[in-house]
């Protein structure tokens, strides 16, 4: 909060992605000066205390990071998480560990030649899946393991730090696919959500048909949405005026 007031001391507006938009919650929750809070795809009530061991980011990244936290045999992450992400499960058994070898040798060749860019592999399954690693270079570890262990959420008591937002509010809800393995392959579920419309009392939903990284793959009609709900709340407030 006091960084904010180094910044500007105009009324904000917060965009949080994914769990950033814990982060925004929090900022909404606690800051006087918020106007607008914009929520994408952020795992709310899904991410904390038992419900997380059921997500898709406890089986992957949240579970890398622990794993490469202690281990001493590899000191790239970003190939360390390759090697270890959860994709894996969604190949035949019977040729994924033939296929995550082989792909395996084309990450750690392009990792020692060009190890501050972000990792590109040839034959990936999908241009999407590549999304992923954008990024993971300056990624810290340490900040995925804080989901695995649960301390990221510690002594938070989301309900009440949800019903005390009262900004204008809007959450971008992308696809959730619930695996046959039961986990949740996505951020928070349908009912999930419906329990957040409740606590956040000022909150519309917009529904992108799309994965979790809705700013890469719906990228118009996310800046559409950000930019509508930023000038339709000026418009209000003029007009309280």
């Not at 982060?23 to 106007?35: E, H, T, V």
């Not at 501050?116 to 990624?139: A, D, I, M």
């Not at 909150?203 to 000038?231: A, D, L, P, Q, R």
Request: with cysteine; hydrophobic share 35%.
């Amino acid at each position: 909060m006091k960084f904010i007031r180094t910044i500007t001391n105009d009324n904000i507006s917060v965009l949080g992605h994914s769990s950033g938009g814990l982060i925004a919650c929090y900022i909404a929750s606690n800051y006087n000066g918020c106007d607008n809070l914009i929520l994408k795809d952020a795992p709310l009530v899904s991410s904390n205390g038992d419900r997380r061991f059921n997500t898709f980011n406890f089986k992957d990244l949240s579970t890398v990071c622990h794993n490469f936290i202690n281990q001493k045999e590899e000191t790239d992450f970003v190939y360390y998480y390759f090697m270890n992400q959860y994709c894996w499960n969604f190949f035949r058994e019977a040729s994924s560990e033939k296929i995550r070898n082989k792909l395996g040798k084309f990450a750690l060749k392009y990792r020692q030649k060009q190890s501050q860019k972000t990792l590109k592999v040839p034959f990936w399954p999908s241009k999407k899946f590549l999304e992923v690693f954008r990024g993971l270079e300056g990624y810290d570890p340490n900040f995925g393991k804080t989901f695995y262990d649960d301390s990221f959420n510690a002594n938070i008591n989301y309900e009440e730090l949800l019903s005390n937002i009262k900004c204008n509010t809007v959450f971008m809800k992308a696809n959730t696919i619930i695996g046959k393995d039961g986990i949740v392959q996505g951020a928070l579920t349908d009912e999930d959500l419906e329990h957040v419309s409740k606590l956040i009392s000022n909150m519309k939903i917009e529904y992108f048909n799309c994965g979790h990284g809705i700013h890469n793959e719906k990228v118009k009609e996310f800046i559409s949405c950000v930019s509508k709900t930023v000038e339709n709340q000026k418009l209000k407030q003029e007009f309280e005026r």
